[in-house]
């Protein structure tokens, strides 16, 4: 059912205009929990699609939030890596639609477990200027801006500009050279910083809260580098069933993941 949000966002004050009415299908509650921003292009290679996805999935396990636009190749990348219950969905169009078509099952999860949010009135279609806002607001409601694809004047790029005017720091990922033309310019002009080890980047950007757990537990220090099922339960046989029952841990495709 789509509802409208009912409270000031202070994130959004960083908006050029705070929404004048913001929609929503899903929990309202992951607006309350830290954020980070995935976004890209369409059509990333398949490295960006490899990090982007490794990424997502080691911010969620850490705790963080993930924002992004719905949209096909590195959006739908990090929503889908990072779980549905671990992402906010920002859409440029009513949220009586699922735009894109293609990504229409991930939008259904999503909208069932996470959060959609809009900023459109029921009925709006994908005008080009809406994903312009789609875009800030997006940025608005992040601590950082993480873009693992660009092409030089590309959307992405927009939501680059944005961050910027926000004072909000930007990471990329390091490419070769001729790919990823918009990323390794932000690079060479030193306006984002490259991620070049993952995990002590996720480790820097983890909640205060998240970290302090895992240093006072062995068990969630060892489930959070995603075992298999078999290694932890042999390591930890009696930790094991009541973690999974408590929902501490979850088991996906035969490995350990720390709920989040």
């Given at each position: 059912m789509i509802q409208r949000v009912e409270f000031h966002i202070d994130e959004l004050e960083s908006m050029k205009n705070y929404p004048k009415e913001i929609f929503y299908k899903g929990n309202l509650a992951l607006l309350q929990q830290r954020k980070v921003a995935i976004v890209g292009s369409r059509k990333p290679n398949a490295y960006a699609r490899a990090m982007t996805a490794q990424l997502a999935l080691k911010l969620?396990?850490?705790?963080?939030?993930?924002?992004?636009?719905?949209?096909?190749?590195?959006?739908?990348?990090?929503?889908?890596?990072?779980?549905?219950?671990?992402?906010i969905m920002v859409a440029a169009t009513g949220l009586d639609k699922q735009y894109p078509a293609i990504n229409k099952n991930l939008i259904t999860q999503i909208e069932q477990e996470g959060?959609?949010?809009?900023?459109?009135?029921?009925?709006?279609?994908?005008?080009?200027?809406?994903?312009?806002?789609?875009?800030?607001?997006?940025?608005?409601?992040a601590e950082?801006?993480?873009?693992?694809?660009?092409?030089?004047n590309s959307g992405t790029m927009r939501s680059v500009e944005y961050a910027q005017k926000?004072?909000?720091?930007?990471?990329?990922?390091?490419?070769?050279?001729?790919?990823?033309?918009?990323?390794?310019?932000l690079l060479s002009q030193n306006q984002a910083e490259a991620i070049y080890d993952m995990d002590a980047f996720v480790k820097e950007?983890?909640?205060?809260?998240?970290?302090?757990?895992k240093k006072e537990d062995d068990f969630l220090i060892f489930c959070a580098t995603n075992p298999t099922y078999e290694e932890t339960l042999k390591k930890f046989p009696t930790r094991v069933f009541e973690a999974e029952l408590s929902g501490i841990i979850t088991i996906v495709n035969g490995r350990v993941r720390v709920s989040t």
């Open positions: 969620a396990q850490n705790g963080l939030i993930i924002v992004s636009g719905g949209a096909i190749g590195v959006d739908a990348l990090a929503h889908k890596n990072a779980g549905a219950k671990n992402t959060l959609v949010l809009s900023q459109f009135e029921t009925a709006t279609p994908a005008h080009k200027y809406n994903f312009v806002l789609r875009n800030e607001l997006t940025v608005a409601l950082v801006l993480i873009v693992t694809y660009a092409d030089e926000m004072g909000k720091k930007i990471y990329v990922l390091p490419h070769r050279i001729g790919e990823s033309i918009g990323t390794n310019k950007l983890a909640p205060a809260s998240r970290v302090e757990l």
